[in-house]
C-alpha cells in the first residue's frame, strides 16, 4: 500500500450515504402528508357553504327544534337530519342534553347551551324557509335559597336565529322572536341563493309547512299568532 493509499478518507463515502438516507426520510414523510394531510383549523366549517342557527334562552329548559325547507321540497329536522345539501348538527332537547363539563377536583358543572345548527354543504338554486316549532316547556329543577323548588317555563322566552355564509364568512341576517305556547310554530325567515350559492336575499312572508308527524303521534296544526 502507497503512502497516498493511507491518507485516503471516507468522509466522502459517508456523506453520500447521509444525504441519501436524508432523501428517503424526505420523500417518506411527504408521501405520508399526501395520504393523510393534516387538518387544519377551520376544515370542518369550510365545506359548508350556510349555516342556519338558532338559539334559545339558555336558562329554559325547553325543547325547541329548528325545520328547514329546501326548494326542491327537501325538509331537514330532528325527524330527518339530512336532507339534500341539508344537514342537522344536534337536536337540542334543553339541559337534558347539555354538555357536562368535569372540572380539575372532579366535579361537573352543567354547561348550558341551548343552539341547533342547520348546515348547507351546497345549495339548490331557491328559496329556503326556516321555522322553529316548540316541541315542549319542561318543568325545572331549580335551587332556591330553601331548597329545591320546582319552576315551570310558562313566561314567554324568544328565539333568535341567524343566516350565516361561510365563504366569504358573512352573517346575513339575524331575527329574534317570541315564543309562548308548547306546540307552536314560528315562521322565521327565508332567504333566496341562485347558482353558484350567491346569496340574493331575506323574506319574511310567513311559512306553515311542519306537518310531519311529530314523536308524540300527533299533528301540530300552524298558528298564526305565532309568526
Do not use: C
Amino acid at each position: 500500500m502507497s503512502n497516498r493509499d493511507k491518507f485516503k478518507s471516507s468522509i466522502g463515502f459517508t456523506d453520500l450515504l447521509f444525504n441519501l438516507v436524508i432523501g428517503f426520510v424526505f420523500l417518506f414523510v411527504t408521501a405520508f402528508l399526501l395520504i393523510n394531510p393534516i387538518a387544519k383549523k377551520g376544515d370542518v366549517i369550510k365545506k359548508a357553504e350556510y349555516l342556519i342557527v338558532i338559539e334559545w334562552d339558555n336558562f329554559r329548559n325547553d325543547d325547541v327544534d329548528l325545520w328547514v325547507k329546501d326548494p326542491q321540497g327537501n325538509i331537514v329536522s330532528f325527524i330527518a337530519k339530512a336532507a339534500g345539501v341539508m344537514n342537522l348538527e344536534k337536536d337540542d332537547l334543553g339541559y337534558s342534553n347539555d354538555v357536562l363539563e368535569k372540572r380539575r377536583n372532579g366535579d361537573t358543572a352543567l354547561i348550558l347551551l341551548n343552539r341547533e345548527v342547520v348546515t348547507l354543504r351546497g345549495t339548490v338554486p331557491g328559496e329556503y324557509e326556516v321555522m322553529a316549532h316548540v316541541y315542549a316547556r319542561k318543568i325545572t329543577l331549580t335551587k332556591g335559597a330553601e331548597g329545591e323548588t320546582l319552576y315551570r317555563n310558562d313566561g314567554e322566552g324568544s328565539i333568535t336565529a341567524q343566516l350565516i355564509k361561510i365563504n366569504p364568512y358573512v352573517e346575513l341576517h339575524t331575527v329574534k322572536k317570541p315564543y309562548i305556547d308548547e306546540g307552536q310554530q314560528i315562521s322565521l325567515f327565508r332567504f333566496t341563493v341562485k347558482e353558484n350559492n350567491d346569496f340574493v336575499g331575506i323574506s319574511n312572508a310567513p311559512s306553515a309547512f311542519i306537518t310531519n308527524r311529530n314523536r308524540r303521534g300527533a299533528y301540530e296544526p300552524f298558528r298564526p299568532g305565532g309568526n
